[in-house]
């Protein structure tokens, strides 16, 4: 059974680093310490097997009316196991979270499973604006002092 966390002592920041930079389509190169002082900003929930992390997911909140729900992820050989369900649902079930007006997500393929959850595509799509940067950290990591 998945045992679940909100104390960020037991993120294995390690390998959510790994698999967020190395494995994801959304944080592709994201470097350590940025993730970790996103992470730090955020309200996090990692989930574990016989004592290994194997999922992970945090809400980025201002913890009374809004929550973006990011960085979804179980790792390869523990998925199909409804782990991915269960650490969303443990997210937001955290005290923390409770009474937000709205919770906001992207992603590329699991509607599915956030319909689950209550999740449903945006009623207005036109009201909603967006800046993003794909490529942020990779020319960041370029311009960083460290390559200079």
Do not use: N
């Amino acid at each position: 059974m998945l045992r679940t966390s909100a104390e960020f002592e037991d993120i294995d920041l390690a390998l959510v680093h790994g698999f967020l930079s190395g494995e994801s389509y959304w944080a592709t190169d994201i470097p350590r310490d940025t993730l970790e002082r996103a992470l730090r900003h955020s309200v996090c929930c990692s989930g574990h097997l016989d004592g290994r992390q194997v999922a992970f997911a945090r809400a980025v909140t201002d913890k009374a009316t809004f929550a973006y729900l990011a960085d979804v992820f179980v790792l390869p050989q523990h998925r199909g196991k409804g782990y991915g369900r269960a650490i969303v649902a443990a997210l937001m079930a955290d005290p923390r979270l409770q009474g937000l007006r709205r919770w906001h997500l992207v992603t590329k393929d699991m509607q599915p499973l956030y319909a689950q959850l209550g999740f449903v595509p945006l009623s207005e799509p036109e009201r909603h604006m967006q800046k993003h940067d794909p490529d942020v950290y990779r020319r960041d990591a370029h311009h960083s002092p460290a390559h200079e």
